[in-house]
């Protein structure tokens, strides 16, 4: 079916929407001085008074250029493609300049091979009528652009008025286009675009969706034009409009068994699913963290990769798709939430180990005496022993019982202790 479907088509306005290269990239678009002048879409009246030989010019630029000083000989970053305006502060210096000066400043401003000039609000009459035109103040710019074949149109509003409707319009006529396989629904609002190998059952998702009350944009091929500032929107080719390819039953024609609110024109593309063969050997995002983004037009829009495998209700996955980039669009990001709040409590667990956790125990500086008690008066000798008589441990640094022995008694009154304390009293003598 996408093979028959390849073929280009004329844009509206008789500019021509160009087709893809080979390399996926659209040529670059242009648009005719005569298309211009015929769009309806327009919405302003455009005269031509003089050039009719350039109508075939291409306006190839989205944007106008105002050239006031081009008409006193500074040329630079003056682009031949994109649309010239004159308004009335151009045109009433022209009406003041002398006519050997008129002609070589027009002269120069048209050899350099412009689309077309557009004068303003040309039902603005002048002090002296020297162009024999009405309107128009001076003969030089007809003469001028006659001889170079420039277009010179003649718009009956005033600047501002003309400039956004030409880009109104170029905006539109003008946009880079690329055609993409795949296709597009809209789904609670969203735009899906479903990408994927053919027969992996995106026609079906999407005749799925269609039943569950959503629309269908586009099937197999998708027109995707870019609108600044930085978006890319999706529409139906011309002879497959309103059209679905479901293998088995055939070409359908939605709009006819669903109704009108099955269908829609062209929606902005939100997120790009790509459908893949589910395969135990590779590892799909779990979690919802990591973004990942597939470019179109020099876009980067959002991406899903959904594996797909017998069983699994996909049209479920893709309606909670949607309603998670609503979500997301809001300011909610659920697995970002998740996760901040697994971190915050295994956070407070840590700090919690780390406060039950007691203080270090400092030792006792090297070379300190361990008998003597600190901020402690030394005490006296027994009397009847001398210095070198070695005196029991204070009971304020006794050492630590061992585990599992019973304390040491404690020696009886009138026992002394020697080096191998085993002495007992001598008995007293009596009589």
């Not at 050899?111 to 557009?118: D, F, K, M, P, R």
């Not at 998740?338 to 971190?343: A, P, T």
């Not at 008690?373 to 001398?386: I, K, L, V």
């Amino acid at each position: 079916m996408s093979s028959s479907r390849g073929s280009a088509q004329e844009g509206d306005g008789g500019g021509r929407v160009p087709p893809t290269t080979g390399a996926g990239r659209p040529d670059r678009p242009a648009l005719k001085v005569r298309s211009l002048m015929a769009d309806e879409g327009l919405g302003i009246e455009l005269t031509l008074i003089a050039g009719a030989a350039g109508l075939d010019r291409a306006i190839m630029n989205t944007r106008i250029q105002k050239s006031g000083l081009a008409l006193v000989g500074h040329f630079h970053g003056i682009v031949p493609t994109r649309v010239q305006i004159l308004g009335q502060t151009e045109l009433s210096f022209l009406h003041k300049l002398s006519r050997d000066d008129r002609l070589l400043s027009l002269r120069g401003f048209f050899e350099l091979g412009l689309c077309c000039v557009i004068l303003t609000q040309g039902d603005q009459p002048f002090e002296t009528n020297g162009s024999g035109i009405g309107f128009v103040p001076v003969p030089e710019l007809a003469q001028c652009a006659e001889e170079s074949g420039t277009p010179l149109l003649v718009s009956a509003v005033r600047s501002s008025v003309t400039i956004t409707a030409l880009h109104a319009l170029l905006d539109d006529r003008l946009a880079p286009r690329i055609r993409l396989h795949g296709v597009l629904v809209d789904v609670f609002g969203v735009g899906l675009l479903l990408m994927g190998s053919s027969a992996i059952g995106k026609s079906e998702c999407a005749l799925d969706l269609v039943m569950r009350g959503h629309r269908l944009v586009a099937d197999d091929a998708v027109e995707c034009d870019y609108r600044p500032p930085g978006m890319v929107f999706g529409a139906p080719a011309e002879l497959l409009r309103y059209h679905l390819e479901v293998r088995g039953l055939g070409i359908l024609n939605v709009k006819d068994l669903f109704g009108v609110t099955s269908i829609r024109e062209r929606k902005r593309i939100d997120v790009v699913v790509k459908l893949v063969e589910w395969s135990k050997d590779t590892e799909y995002d779990r979690l919802g963290l990591d973004e990942r983004y597939h470019t179109i037009l020099g876009v980067n829009i959002r991406e899903l990769v959904i594996p797909v495998r017998p069983g699994r209700d996909m049209a479920s996955i893709l309606e909670v798709a949607a309603r998670n980039e609503l979500l997301k669009n809001a300011g909610f990001h659920a697995a970002r939430e998740f996760f901040g709040n697994v971190e915050g409590e295994l956070l407070r667990e840590r700090s919690a180990e780390e406060s039950s956790v007691p203080p270090p125990v400092r030792l006792a500086e090297e070379g300190a005496t361990r008998g003597a008690a600190p901020h402690a008066p030394p005490r006296p000798p027994r009397p009847g022993h001398g210095a070198d008589a070695q005196s029991p441990p204070s009971s304020a640094f006794r050492p630590p019982v061992e585990r599992g022995r019973p304390p040491p008694e404690r020696p009886s009154p009138g026992f002394v202790a020697t080096e191998s304390s085993v002495s007992l009293p001598r008995p007293r003598r009596r009589g």
